[in-house]
Every structure is written in C-alpha cells, then in structure tokens.
C-alpha cells in the first residue's frame, strides 16, 4: 500500500526500501511497521540503493526512528519536486553516493541536537545543495563528500562544539560557488584536492588545528589569500 518493501534486520527492527523505484512518487516511511504478523517492528535502516534511479520521486518522509541510510539510498533522485529533505536526530550514518546526483536537491537538514557521525563517499557529490550544516557530531565526512555541488554556497560547523577529526580527499572539489570553510579543532589534517576549483572561496577558519594540508587542497582558489595552517 505504501509502495515499500521491509525486511528483518534485527528481532525488532526493519529495514525498508521502495517495491518498484521507476514508479513510487511519495516515499512516506513509516517510523514503525508489522512483519510476520507481528506489530511494532522499528523502521531503523534504509537500504542500499532503495530508492536509486527513482525519477518520479518528490516527496520523502524519513521517521524518527532511522539511524542509518545505507550506499545509493537516494542517488540519482533527480526529479524537480524533490527539493528538501529533512533528517532525524536518530540518524547516525549517511552512506555512500546516497545522495549522489539529486540535482534538484537544495536542501538536506538533520534535526538537532542529533546522533549523526559520518558522511560518506560522495554522499552528496553532484546534488543541487546549495547549504548544509555539519552538526557538530559528525566526526568524519568522506572522499568527495560534497564535491561538484555546483550551487553549494555555505557550509556552516559549529567550530567549538564541532567533533570532526577527519575529511577525505576532494570533499568540496569543484564547489564554485562555496565562499567560506571552518574547520573544528580536531581536524589536523586538510586531504588532497580539498577545495581544489574552490573559486568564490575566500575565507577558511581553521582554528588552530591545522598541521597539514594536502596536494593541490586549495588549487584554483583564486579568491583565497592564504592556505590556513595553525
């Protein structure tokens, strides 16, 4: 009836993902579901390419109740209705490439005080974000993370309650219109290619942490006077 499929992933809890990706238009996830004739299982994980490719989706509904959202979730999700998602304070993994390509995506929100902890490959890489808050528990966002968001503008991370302490290479690569970064005081280290093609990037806070910075981090910044070191 919802268009989904669960699956047992645990004696009281459920994974989901769409029945038929090429016609779900409303992904309304429900934070509780029967199995088996059972009532009350947890919906706690979305699946592996669960909604992958699903052009005609516009509306996505994640409960208070997921906590991980697994590789290609939602990638290639380009339909022009699907413009926000908002995340629960439960979730605590966004896999890889699970936005990956949502163009029409420009805004994705996890509600605060919030459980997440990592971001990863390309997991927004190509979407058509154009701001994102880092809560301050993340403590890892992968390679290429949100690299070609071509409308991507800000990046906000509360750099005294800020727990990241790793990015991968290329995280913001080619994000031309990304104008200021900061870094929270456990990251030490800036990858290769970071911001590389970074060009309306003018200001990177850094606060003390930085020991290193990468090959070609900053490349083609033009608009950024110094390459942020502690």
Known sequence: ELGLTFSKVSDTELSVWATDP??????????????????GFAVTVIEQDAFKDAKNLCSVTVPESVREIRSGAFAGCDNADLASIALPSTLQSIGARAFQGCTALAGATVAEPGALQTIGDSAFEGSGLRAFQIPSSVTAIGAWAFANCAELASVNLDVGESQL?????????????????????????????FAKGCASLTTVYSNGAVATVGA??????????????S
């Open 22 to 39: 090429a016609t779900i238009e409303v992904a309304a996830i429900p934070a509780t579901h029967p199995f088996g004739g059972v009532d």
């Open 165 to 193: 302490t790793s990015c991968g290479a290329s995280c913001y690569e080619g994000c031309v219109k990304l104008k200021a970064l900061a870094f929270s005081k456990y990251l030490a280290a800036i990858p290769d290619s």
């Open 216 to 229: 070609s981090a900053f490349e083609g910044c033009s608009q950024l006077k110094e390459a942020p070191l």
